[in-house]
């Protein structure tokens, strides 16, 4: 069994310029898992930086009200809403505020730096 603290895990700023927290990933764990997951943080009205990865992405709101925008298509998105982003797909998000926007980030197969393209 592997129970994670979230509070625990080293925040840091993503490629993409959100606040992560790295939860699981197959090059850290003592077992096999076939995807990444994270925690990821913006605080009110700012954007996430326009990326594409190789991999699938899912996010899952916890908190917050956003605006994500996906190939040029935007959607508003609130807490206990699930994206699905194609691979390869122009992608960022917007936290609306007034409270941050918190997210999980599922990318499969799991994330890797060269697999993520920042575009600006």
């Not at 993409?16 to 994270?38: M, Q, Y």
């Not at 990318?107 to 575009?119: F, G, I, K, N, Y």
Request: charged share 25%; with cysteine.
């Amino acid at each position: 069994m592997r129970v994670v603290s979230l509070e625990s895990l080293p925040e840091f700023i993503a490629g993409d310029h959100t606040r992560l927290r790295e939860i699981l990933h197959p090059g850290k764990e003592p077992f096999s898992v076939g995807f990444s997951l994270a925690q990821a943080m913006l605080p009110p009205e700012t954007w996430s930086s326009l990326h594409m990865l190789a991999s699938s992405e899912v996010y899952y709101i916890l908190g917050g009200r956003g605006r994500m925008e996906i190939d040029g298509e935007l959607r508003d998105v609130a807490a206990g809403d699930t994206i699905y982003i194609p691979p390869q797909s122009r992608q960022r998000i917007l936290s609306l505020g007034p409270d941050n926007l918190e997210f999980l980030c599922i990318v499969d197969p799991a994330w890797r730096e060269q697999d993520e393209t920042v575009l600006s």
